[in-house]
């Protein structure tokens, strides 16, 4: 699905990433760790074209993108759900959807509208609240909402659960889970580790813009002095 070669990024003559390697198999859930500037966002904006490489080589979906333009990698069937949710704050819950519905790679089961409420219920019930209305976690889960209505091969979430209550972000790790008992590939970044290793397949740990470790969940949850040393928990 994802085949990542030697990604170099820099913000002008600053580099932030340095050789990345990473591989995303069809229907894998794969995590990005890392402390906070070490560069999971960079790299993810590698991935949705909107940082341009520097170096190196994305193939996504069996296509080259390096250095593609951001809607062209979204047409290709790559949705993020970003850091911050940037869902629109004057239109309505069922506005923010149906602006970006479609099924561009013609999935068997696309997502809906009804889909997108039948996952989120709460969402249905503000269906007519604009985004400005929406509490963090309602926003969240319009944000995903709004990915999934895309149909993506590939779904990206930057922070999936930061700033939100705990029983909110049980809902976002429901809404994984039950997103990867479906099929679907994710790329997720968040902080939870122990919530991570319970959802996906294989961690990758980036520490000043490079992998430091790459593994699966029962070897991350092995080794905690992984999690001591490079994610300060
Ligand atoms: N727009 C920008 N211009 C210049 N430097 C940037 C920019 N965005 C990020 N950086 C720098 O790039 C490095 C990596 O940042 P990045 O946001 O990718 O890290 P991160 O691991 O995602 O951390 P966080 O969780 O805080 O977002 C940091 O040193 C950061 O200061």
Redesign the pocket.
Known sequence: MLEIQGLEAA?GS?Q?LFGIDLRIRHGEVVTLL?R????????LKCLTGWLAPRGGRIRFAGTDVTGWSADRIARLGLAIVP?GRQIFPNLSVRENLEAFAGNRCAAREPWDLERVYALFPRLQERSAHMGNQLSGGEQQMLAIGRALITNPQLLVLD?ATEGLAPLIREEIWRCLRTLREAGQTILVVDKYVKRLIALADQHHI?ERGQLVWSGDSAALDADHTLWQRYLGV
């Open positions: 913000y600053s932030v890392g906070n500037g070490m560069g999971k966002s960079s790299l850091e922070e980036v």
